[in-house]
């Protein structure tokens, strides 16, 4: 009794050092998003304390390297939301279209090739689609739209919506095949076809999953770096012509890093400032798709 009362105390000894183990591995998630939202919030501070909240974010000319230097965000601002506009257009009836179809109609030996497809196109880097933007797209809409610019906003979204549709694919397909395969086979009985099935009863179930796959996506676009460094261009200018060059706040950031800024110096201040609006963006976003699982039942 006494051997297996020390054995139970060591065993007992040990999963406390693993358990504190684990919780030490899972605040570095917590301290790193706190060290992230400081840095931030003390650079963008004391950019505040030159530049006025009123001109950030009402002043239509962002020119923070040149004379006269203008700090108006919304040039960024809308070529951001344009190409996240745009690819969701994109992305968004083709991911829900290719789940549909993945949970309710494929066969097997379809599903074991496009299952893969879909995770290969994931893998891709963001980088190489945005040389396939530049070199691919954009040259076929100008056969189409000859006044198309060099760098654009079509091509950039195009290529971020081909980006995040496997995002939205996998998300939704999940979802769906969480709905009870009993409430499919009611439906059957009831007459309904398969195609009723999956739009009426099987969509309309995991429709809160769903939405949340659509923001999440959306939210992944907005914050895309490289493609839209490669192929939107770098013209902080405010326009809705997608055929024309835009800057997005991603977009300014890199192309900022890259040039030689003083450190502590205005422009050194805007790239926190920028980040710090895209972190809010982003983070709001996230926030919208925990509400809407949460507001709408699902079948899970």
Do not use: C
Not at 20 to 27: E, G, S, V
Not at 217 to 232: D, K, L, N, P
Request: glycine fraction near 6%.
């Amino acid at each position: 009794m006494v051997e297996m009362s020390k054995s139970r105390k060591a065993q007992i000894f040990k999963e406390k050092i693993i358990a504190r183990l684990l919780q030490m591995i899972a605040l570095v998630s917590i301290l790193t998003t706190i060290g992230i939202v400081l840095t931030l919030a003390q650079e963008t501070f004391q950019f505040f304390r030159e530049v006025s909240v009123a001109e950030f974010f009402t002043n239509t000319k962002w020119t923070p390297t040149l004379e006269p230097r203008n700090f108006g965000i919304l040039p960024l601002l809308t070529g951001t939301m344009m190409i996240a506009l745009g690819s969701s257009v994109i992305s968004l009836p083709l991911g829900l279209g290719s789940a549909i179809y993945l949970s309710e109609f494929a066969p097997k030996k379809a599903r074991k090739l496009i299952k893969p497809a879909l995770e290969i196109l994931a893998g891709i880097p963001s980088i190489v689609y945005g040389f396939f933007a530049l070199t691919f797209i954009t040259p076929l809409i100008q056969k189409l739209l000859p006044q198309t610019e060099v760098f654009n906003v079509a091509s950039a979204s195009i290529a971020v919506g081909i980006m995040i549709i496997p995002m939205v694919a996998s998300l939704s397909e999940d979802a769906m095949m969480a709905v009870p395969d009993s409430i499919r086979h009611g439906a059957y009985a009831l007459g309904s076809t398969r195609m009723e099935v999956a739009l009426k009863v099987v969509v309309p179930g995991s429709i809160s999953s769903i939405a949340a796959a659509f923001v999440l996506a959306i939210s992944r676009a907005i914050g895309e770096t490289m493609i839209v460094a490669i192929a939107a261009g770098a013209n902080s200018q405010l326009t809705f012509n997608p055929l024309k060059s835009v800057q997005t706040m991603t977009g300014f950031m890199v192309n900022i890093s890259l040039g030689d800024i003083q450190h502590g110096s205005i422009e050194y201040k805007t790239v926190f400032a920028v980040g710090a609006l895209l972190f809010a963006i982003t983070f709001l976003m996230n926030i919208l798709s925990r509400l809407i699982v949460r507001k709408f039942g699902r079948y899970q």
